[in-house]
């Protein structure tokens, strides 16, 4: 693969070779979309997952295990454990602790995307289709941003299994106010 950068543009050209014909894909790709420059969506430049998970001390995100494992340009993901604290009582995963995840995660996602010294956020609405039961291990939740307005952020939010399969879908808005 190689890959020849252009001003705005990425452009990366694979050739796959098959009974002595080569295919060249070109690929277009936003060289935005590819850099670690959190400017993206992101108003701090200098935040890091441990800034935020150090954010969760004592609260619910805590005291359920949420840690935040990583911030990439346009979204942002956190893994809980399935374990007793977030099981209903036929020893699944309560779909409580996966709206909670998901509120977490969105609500986090849109602190990032403020300016904390005049805004800040709340959530103010939560969808959660919950599509799998889980009974251990982990899930991570990704959000992404479906729309981030001056007033409303909704955020769209995928929560997997270890293999990827999808365990709930869900959609956060969120309130962006003037801070007091």
Known sequence: MAAIQAKKFRIVVIVLQTNFIQFFYLYFIQIDKLSNNMNVIWKAS???VEIVNNSSVNTMAEFLGIKFI???PDFLRATMPVCAKTHQPYGLLHGGASA???ETVGSVAS?????????ICVGIEINCNHLRAKKDGIVTATAEPL?????THVWDIKIRDEKEKLVCAS??????????
Not at 111 to 119: F, G, K, M, P, Y
Not at 171 to 180: F, G, S
């Open 171 to 180: 959609r956060l808005t969120v309130a962006v106010l003037k801070k007091k």
């Open 100 to 102: 909670v995840l998901a």
């Open 46 to 48: 200098d935040i890091t």
């Open 111 to 119: 602190w990032l995307a403020i300016d904390n010294e005049r805004q």
């Open 70 to 72: 990583e911030i990439g």
């Open 147 to 151: 729309h981030i307005g001056a007033t």
